[in-house]
């Protein structure tokens, strides 16, 4: 191929002559302009709010039940066991016995179930968080400063506890992503660091059971003692009574009743 301009051999392929320097051919249809980078803003998402205080390994929908609640939710099922013992051993020899027994032991049985199953809704309350677990927690805290010098020590820790902002969060029924940055941290607060008040909790909480037994237990032995010398006396009565008809009828010597 010859440039047109100046004559000169021009190599193939080349658009322009080595000689002159002029265009010798078109540009070709088929090649394109290379295309321009059109650079647009990226809009980066804004940083999610950190989490509230979640179970390891949950979604975040709930609470993590701190170590302190747990405790006692057990302790208050270990209390409907010891209820339920306690009206076994009162009401078992109530129904096997034919002897007709003072009506209080029934009072006694009643009471056992009654507090067996307060303490059952209670303990169920505390393990999920509910606000009525609580409410029943407090009534017993304030009851139980009545009980000097264990019972009123292990209810001001309650009390203390059950009343912190954070504790309050736990059982209000709220999920963890309707909480503030400062509620959070309350929670934290509440959920961590109880591991002294745990030791102490067992502690007086074991020391108090010890005592509860040492004092009812006696309780109940004397009271059983009772009603079997009171049905003694009845049934000693009964028959000097029917020795006494059986000598009016027969005018067989008789024995002196019984008062």
Known sequence: MQCPHCGAEVLAGNTFCQRCRKRVAAASATSTARPTLRQEPVA????????????????????????WITLLALLYFLGVLLCLLGAAATGIPLVSS???HPPILWI??????????LYLATGIGLWRLRAWGRYITLVFAFIGLLGIPIGTAISILLLVYLFRPGTKILFSGRSPGELNPEEQEQVRRASGGTVLLVVVTVVLGGVGILLAAAIAIPSLLKARMSANEHA????MATIASAETAYAQATGACTTTPIA
């Open 44 to 67: 980066h998402r804004a940083p999610s709010p950190r989490a509230a205080f979640a179970p390891a390994g949950g979604a975040g929908s709930s609470f993590a039940r701190p170590g």
């Open 98 to 100: 034919p002897i007709p």
């Open 108 to 117: 006694f049985v009643a009471l056992y179930l009654g507090v067996g199953a």
């Open 232 to 235: 003694t006396f009845q049934d």
